[in-house]
């Protein structure tokens, strides 16, 4: 755990410094950039200016004494001013200057007596020096040339304090940063730890484990995925233990006679009569197993969406009285009366026709059997707007309101002290509930106590006239 803190707490840091180290390396690159050049044309302006006043007053009063005092005013400054003939040869200059230079500046004015360029970049002994020149005239005589030069020493010493100044709130940004960083990837990783224990809980099965929400953020919305996929496992847990329960109770009745009773036949002075007797329960609860075995096979193959359907156009009249036909003799063994109304001309429905036998009989089957020998089970048809609707009512015991929101749960008996020896599975309604569902259409139930119940089926319908 504490690795996988170390691990995210570091990344984001990383990340963070370095966006942050990248965006002051860009702002003060470009800082620099704009910083050097706007002094470098300030310079070269003033130098320019300057050359210009010098010129502007050597062409009022050009002589000895006014020459002295422009060199004089520069003097004290950091600029070198040098005065020059029409020709090129030096008059005067206000420093005493490398030789270097002044054969530079010498051969710049002489070269370019027709003042093309005012403005001239060199760089002596690794030092830069701009230089500025304007010309001397009088009217249309040019009495000579005025030329104002400076070193770049100074700009360079600024630019470096420059530098360090933006090195220093650089570094300063980064240690406020990283502080500020650290603080937000607590804050973020927090989070994203509780994820990580509570899925390290679901994995040990640990399934009652929540995180707390708090926000609306993405984070918010990982651990209410989280929650709810909890949730999920502890339904998922609780419900498949219950369901192996019920299996396994539904299994060891049938087990128990099949045991029992065949242990009985063995006896080789049983009698023919009892030995018979013995072989019908044996018959009856094989075919109990064989029932609770292929009704649990359908749910398996329900719940991995693996069940084929293989719908067909079936005339829903002949496909009923079919059912009725086979269930008839079943439920006058059980004192029921079974009743078909159909008073529709020819009705067609896409079905399955295999699953939707599967489901009228679980359905007429269950109504027989709560029926409790007494009364009728009657199945009708009507058309509803774009729907098919089909009945099946009794007039047995019927069901509270209870039991009616369970009654589609698997293994859920109404009548508790209902006996399973005669008794279903308690997988049928959850079975047709599903069949249904996947023919398209849907299920409801309503349900009187003691006045009878009524299962209404509701299907998409396609009319047509009967071919030859």
């Excluded at 030092?127 to 005589?141: D, F, V, Y």
């Excluded at 002290?417 to 279903?424: E, F, K, P």
């Amino acid at each position: 755990m504490f690795d996988t803190v170390h691990r995210i707490t570091t990344k984001w840091l990383l990340a963070i410094l370095g966006i942050m180290i990248l965006g002051l390396t860009l702002l003060g690159t470009v800082s620099y950039w704009v910083i050097t050049n706007h002094y470098q044309s300030y310079a070269e302006i003033t130098l320019g200016n300057q050359a210009s006043s010098f010129a502007e007053i050597l062409k009022v009063d050009f002589d000895p004494k006014t020459l002295k005092h422009v060199a004089a005013m520069e003097t004290k400054s950091s600029s070198t001013v040098f005065v020059f003939s029409p020709e090129g040869d030096l008059f005067i200059s206000s420093k005493s200057t490398k030789p270097q230079l002044l054969e530079v500046v010498q051969n710049w004015v002489r070269q370019d007596l027709n003042q093309k360029s005012i403005q001239k970049k060199v760089a002596l002994d690794g030092i830069q020096i701009i230089l500025a020149k304007s010309p001397i005239e009088r009217g249309k005589n040019r009495l000579g040339t005025v030329v104002v030069g400076t070193e770049l020493t100074w700009l360079e010493n600024a630019l470096q304090s420059l530098q360090a100044m933006l090195i220093l709130a650089g570094l300063g940004a980064l240690l406020v940063a990283s502080g500020l960083g650290l603080l937000l990837s607590r804050s973020v990783v927090r989070p994203i730890l509780d994820v990580v224990k509570t899925i390290g809980q679901l994995a040990k099965g640990n399934y009652q484990v929540r995180i707390l929400v708090e926000g609306k953020d993405e984070l918010a919305l990982l651990n209410q995925q989280v929650n709810q996929l909890a949730e999920s496992l502890s339904y998922y847990q609780s419900s498949r233990r219950e369901f192996l329960s019920h299996v396994a109770h539904e299994l060891r009745t049938p087990i128990t006679y099949l045991k029992g009773y065949a242990t009985l036949l063995q006896n080789p002075e049983i009698e023919l009569n009892r030995a018979q007797k013995l072989t019908s329960i044996i018959r009856e609860q094989s075919d109990r197993l064989d029932r609770l075995v292929n009704d649990l096979m359908t749910l398996s193959r329900v719940d991995e969406g693996q069940l084929e359907l293989k719908k067909e156009q079936v005339e829903l009249g002949e496909l009923l009285q079919k059912i009725c036909d086979e269930m008839r003799i079943q439920a006058g063994e059980w004192g029921v009366k079974l009743v078909l109304n159909i008073h529709q001309p020819p009705l067609y429905l896409s079905l399955d026709p295999q699953r939707f036998y599967q489901i009228m009989m679980n359905l007429i089957d269950n109504a027989v059997r709560y029926s409790h020998g007494k009364g009728t089970v009657t199945i009708s048809v009507q058309k509803k707007s774009n729907e098919m609707m089909i009945q099946v009512r009794d007039e047995g015991i019927g069901m509270s309101e209870k039991e009616l929101n369970r009654v589609w749960e698997r293994f859920y008996r109404v009548e508790k002290s209902r006996s399973r020896h005669t008794g279903g599975s308690g997988l049928g309604l959850s079975i047709v509930k599903h069949l249904v569902g996947l023919q398209g259409g849907r299920i409801d139930v309503k349900s009187i106590p003691n006045r009878g119940t009524t299962f209404l089926l509701y299907f998409p319908h396609h009319q047509r006239a009967r071919s030859e």
